[in-house]
């Protein structure tokens, strides 16, 4: 099997799987970057569920709450649904940070770029 067999979607979630084992591998080591008592880390997802159905995404999502708690989680994403979730949301526009907060206070407060984005989308 090669990456090029694959769909987008199934690389997707073996990279997924690959990172979930690496911290399970990494917290039966203590004192290995990534351990059990994980402050510090950084988990980086770049549009981890572009190519991925509704039910598999919230799976991804769940998983990532779940397994990565202690860790920051910086996401790259264009799926607002998304991002509800999480407990900060920076906007960017042209290469710039226009607005940074909670993403639910944020899409509920009138003015707010993100705001403006949730309604447009729909969520």
């Known amino acids: ?12 979630l073996l990279s997924l799987g690959r990172v979930l ?3 399970r591998v990494r917290a039966r080591h203590p004192g290995v970057v990534g ?5 510090g880390s950084i988990l980086l997802l770049d549009e981890v569920s572009f190519s991925v159905g509704h039910a598999t995404r919230r799976v991804m999502q769940d998983i990532t709450a779940l397994e ?11 799926r ?10 920076v906007v960017m526009d042209t290469g ?6 909670n993403p639910r206070l944020l899409a509920s407060q009138e ?13």
């Open 1 to 12: 099997m090669s990456a090029g067999t694959l769909s987008a979607g199934q690389r997707q």
């Open 21 to 23: 084992l690496r911290r």
């Open 35 to 39: 351990g059990e008592k994980a402050e």
């Open 68 to 78: 990565f708690a202690n860790y920051t989680v910086v996401s790259v994403c264009h």
């Open 80 to 89: 607002l649904g998304m991002i509800m979730d999480f407990d900060r949301v």
């Open 96 to 101: 710039g940070i226009v607005e940074v907060g």
């Open 111 to 123: 003015g707010s770029r993100f705001g403006e984005l949730v309604r447009l989308v729909g969520k």
